[in-house]
Each structure stands twice: as C-alpha cells, then as structure tokens.
C-alpha cells in the first residue's frame, strides 16, 4: 500500500491541446479513489501518467511522499488493468498470472503459490489451463485482475475495466472488486464514465471536466452537496433535473418555474435574475400533497421499471447545457411509485418537495449556498 500525491499536473498534447489543467489529488493509503467523468476528461491519460506510461508535461507524481517522475513503470511497482484486458493469447491463465513473477525471479515454489492463491480468490481455479480465446467477458476481466494483484503491487490502476461486460455481470464484478479491496486494502484509482460504478466502489470520487477536478468527496457528499452544476447533474442517477428559471423583483420574491411560483427563503434570496434550479427525481410526487409545491407538465415518456416509473416531462425553463453530460436534455425526469401509470401526452400536476431542490450561478454553474435554496410555503 502506499499513498499518492498529484501536485498541479498539466498535460498538453501537441498542437497545444491541453488535456489535464493543474490537477492535484491526494490518495490515502489502502484507498480506493474513482475517477469519473464524461469521454474526453483526461481520465485515463491521468492514470497513465500515475503508471508512468504517459509523461506529464508540468506538475509531480508523489509515492509515498517520493517523486517518481521520470522512474521506469517496472519500477514504480504499479499494476494496471486495462479495458480490454491484454491477456497474452498464446498463454494459458496460470501462465498469464505467473508471467510478471517471473519477470521479478519470484521463487518457483513461492510463485506457484501465489498464483493458486490468487485464483482461488477470484474463483478462477478450474480456468487455470484454459487460453484467454476459450474465456467469457467475465472470466477474462477475473484473469486481468488477477495478473494485477497476484504480484501483490503498492498501488492498483484500474481504467474502466468493466465497460466490455454486459448490464448484469457488471452488477456482479462491482461487487467482486469491492470485495477484493476489503480483503486486501491495496491503495487503487480506478477509472470509469459510469457514475453509478463511481458511486458503488469508491471511498471517494474525483469528478473532472475539461482536464480539471471539479469535486472531490465521498459518494454522500457529491450527491448531497455538489459545488456546482457540472458535478449536480453528472452524479446521480437518473441525473438531477436541471433549467435555469428567473427569481422575480416581487416581495416576497419567489422562483419562476414555468409560469408557476415557487416561493424562497425571506431574507436569503439570490438578486432578481435567472438561476439554475436543480431537482432531484425522487423529489417529485403524484398526486401532489397539500403542502407541495406544484409543477404542471405533459407527459413525453414513461419507463416501467416495476417499483418505479421513470416519467420524462417538458421542462419548466430553459435547459442548462454541458459538455458531457445529459443535464441539458430536453425533457426533466421523476421517479415515481410503479403503481402510477401517467399516459404520454397527459398533463400532470407533479407535487415538488421543494426544500430538496438546488439553486446554482446561472453563469458559472456554482453552487448557491445552501440556506437560499427553495423551500415549501
């Protein structure tokens, strides 16, 4: 195990495209730190960097408190795992996981060991003679991790090693690796798009846009207390319902949303002009309590999910748009009881539990504090 410190590393490719923009991350020993964020973030180039097969063009990788830039990948002792795996299809699985102890002289007897070890742990023995050709996606995904952690390395990389794997044995692998972490607590970042992987593996999430961290926190914190509407909208799933809407000059002032008042907090309004509003799914209702605030929409599609619906609705103002998420979509959507079947053009009167919604810059997308956001009459 060991901790890693990123201090203001820049990458730029050529015809000065910069990719990562003065990224600093600290990583705690034995923890698993996820990466999350749309194509084209700078992810992967930021782990290679880590792995030492990149170069950064600014800025210092720290392990363990020590520079290692300019150090070798073999020497760094970091394992990675790649998405697609790059398992030698000319060797067997054992000789696929023994390859780097061999490369190390690992003893014979000791390397042997390790090798039954690991594949116990992955459930992998009855594989251990089998070519990666005559593997399943899963199985090869369980021989990947495999070669990675059988050498037993300081830190684990991981870039988005589940993505080839269909829905169901995705749910079955997140809860593989997690397992294996728990059991071994080796320091691992791991890569992913998929918000919800980010969500169910890290101890922590780094979420980046355009080559910058945007927030780093725990799963709670970036769903609860997201700093701005990037990180809003990203996390999450379905993804927060985001439109900028316009806080009226009356007294009291109130929140315009689609025609309809929605009140604020006397004393802690935002100056009169347009904000973004973020509501959650599972914030609306249907029918609407007494006490809710309301929004009146037509029905654009329903998703039966069996205890829920997912009922998309025309959305109350002008949609917010940003690269790489879907926060601008023409549509809001809400969660709703499985026993309620709106029908696709009917207009609903959504019950809004407004004291769980967000209000955000509607210039730079930050988050307003906390005691201006909305709350119910």
């Known amino acids: 195990m060991a901790t890693v410190d990123l201090n203001q590393v820049t990458k730029e490719f050529a015809g000065g495209v910069r990719v990562l923009d003065r990224v600093s991350l600290h990583v705690d020993e034995g923890e698993f730190l996820v990466l999350v964020g749309p194509s ?24 363990d408190g020590e520079s290692v830039d300019g150090v070798p990948p073999k020497e760094r002792d970091v394992a990675m795992v790649f998405q697609n795996y790059a398992l030698y299809p000319h060797m067997s699985v054992r000789d696929n996981l023994a390859f780097s102890l061999r490369l190390r002289h690992v003893p014979t007897r000791l390397r042997e060991r390790r090798v039954r070890d690991t594949a116990e742990l992955l459930g992998i023995e009855e594989l251990l003679d ?55 607590r080796t320091t691992t970042i791991y890569v992913t798009h998929d918000q919800v992987e980010a969500m169910t593996l890290g101890d922590r999430i780094a979420v980046l846009a355009d080559g910058r ?9 970036l769903y ?12 999450g ?5 985001l439109a900028e809407v316009r806080v009226t000059d009356t007294d009291p002032p109130a929140l ?49 999910l069996g205890n829920a619906s997912l009922v998309f609705v025309t959305p109350p103002g002008r949609p917010w748009h940003a690269a790489g998420n879907d926060a601008g979509a023409p549509t809001w959507v809400a969660r709703l009881d499985g026993r309620v079947t709106p029908r696709v053009g009917e207009r609903v009167a959504l019950g809004v539990e407004v004291g769980s919604a967000y209000l955000f810059d509607a210039d730079d997308g930050r988050a307003i504090p906390a005691e201006q956001v909305p709350v119910p009459a």
Do not use: Y
């Open 130 to 184: 089998r070519k990666p050709k005559a593997l399943s996606g899963g199985q090869r995904q369980r021989v990947a991790t495999g070669r990675a952690i059988v050498r037993q390395p300081r830190i684990l990389l991981m870039d988005e090693p589940l993505s080839n794997l269909d829905a169901q044995l995705r749910v079955t692998m997140r809860a593989e690796l997690r397992r294996l972490h728990l059991e071994h």
């Open 224 to 235: 609860h207390r997201p700093v701005n509407a990037f990180v809003a909208g990203f996390i």
């Open 237 to 241: 799933s379905p993804s927060m319902n």
């Open 40 to 63: 084209g973030c700078g992810k992967s180039t930021l782990l290679r960097i880590i792995a030492g097969l990149d170069d950064a063009t600014a800025g210092t990788v720290l392990v």
């Open 213 to 221: 961290v945007q927030q780093v926190g725990t799963p709670h914190e």
């Open 256 to 304: 315009d949303v689609g025609g309809q008042r929605w009140p604020v907090l006397a004393g802690h309004a935002p100056a009169a002009g347009p904000v973004l509003l973020g509501v959650r799914p599972d914030a609306f209702s249907w029918p609407p309590a007494a006490t809710a605030a309301r929004l009146d929409a037509t029905v654009v599609a329903v998703e039966f």
